[in-house]
């Protein structure tokens, strides 16, 4: 039983910060969003790789508890991303992409997925994201994200795809981008009145803003004093956002914000160490310890 | 009696938004932060003012019941800024600044004055700041705002002037810019190294952080959806704060959290219309109210 489905990229990471340097390490949407949901959940991934994938990475994926049926292994070379941060580390610039299976990626659900509730499509082509929900048979919550390629470039199929589903999560500069407006306010509000329930507004440093009916919820960031690599940073969020409601079976917008901070305390331990080396190690108390740091931070 | 000692600037701005303009309209920091002090407590103004001043805005400013003694009519012209802000209102362009009367500005803390305990020295030359607070009795809270002309042009004086405040307010790019550093959490952290109690980081619309010792407060910014005129957002937001711990002469980091929530209120007021045009209309009520719902939107 899979109780979150998790659609995204797994790919071989090359990456260096002003604290260090990786190379083909594990990465992509749908990894670090995974081992983020099964913090709380049992989390089962639809993605793609090639026949290069290193065998470790399955094994430590299964070790992590998730369910890996669902990435389909092609011939040819796994999706690569090769990027590097300057001290502004909330900038990611990106010095190659190789898609290669990932280009004709046909995303198929298995059977023993199809009846989970908790579905997150990660960023990808939209109409990728539509045949993941196609296969699903009665999802209780849908949550996508998406990226400036596809606003500008597929919007019609995004906006479909945003009408569709239950919660959105963008970064602050996506929310601007699709409304052509510079308030993340009034961004956010927009896209409520196209259908979702909730929408999450990332704003890296400065935390996330979620917009319910009728309210905002501001979360802060945590404050680490030393960001060592910022990959990963949003599908951790995303993960461990759904994965804690999977877990508590709970979609009211007060659960929401719970989640929200849950999401948030993954994703700062996830900044602490390159690709899932924080992850690996936190336990279910040190989420809750964080957890209750966020209380201390907001409290007045 | 005056509880709080304002020192700044007393202006005629002249601004443009995309909601409007207005031309030779009452501003400056020592406006803005005593009229939002005054919210709370007595509040007195250091300044200086040509012979040109409308009569109607120091009228305006004693009916607000602040009190004006410390501002010195000299031959001359009142300082003017000019400026306009485009859709994104976080970033204010200059127009036009004309210093006139304020290139020679020496100023005097009325005798009156001199027994106030809470002063805040809104941003302007460091040794302009440091004969303020020279003639200074007794304060036993005194913040100080800077700006990145003086760290960049004077940074020797303004480092002697923080090491003797008790709470410095900058913002996020100020505060990058005085220890060289991408990351506000650790230039928060060395500010407090250098002597003050407290240091408060404004981020516009993405709140406020105030570092005390060991611990970390997050503000959220108001989730306003319509902006009218940011324009002495920063100095509303001190005034407020340093009212309220006027009000409540309570200084402990627990009081200063709620002091920064109340100084965010008012400044979220400040920027719903051009100059004072809300401040003046807003009650006590309006106030608490806003409140609540800060602790609503940060609540979970």
Redesign the interface.
Known sequence: MVDVVVAGTVALDSIKTPFGEVKEVLGGSAVYASVAASEFSKAGIVSVIGKDFPKKYLSFLNAMGINTLGIEAKKGDTFRWAGYYD???NQAHTLDTKLNVLATFDPKVPDEYRNAKYIFLANTDPEVQMKVLKQMKKPRLVMMDTMNFWIQNKKEELTKMIENVDVVVVNDAEARQYFD??????AG?SFLEMGPKAVIVK?G???A?MFTDG???????Y?????VDPTGAGDSFAGGFIGWLARTEDISP?NM??A??FGSAIASFNAEDFSLNKLKKITRDDIFNRYMM???????
């Open positions: 001290y502004d580390m407006t510079p308030s993340i306010v009034q509000r704003k440093e400065h935390g803003l309210s905002c919820f501001s979360a802060p960031a404050p680490l004093e030393k960001l007060r914000r719970k929200v901070i966020f209380q201390d931070i907001v409290s007045f």
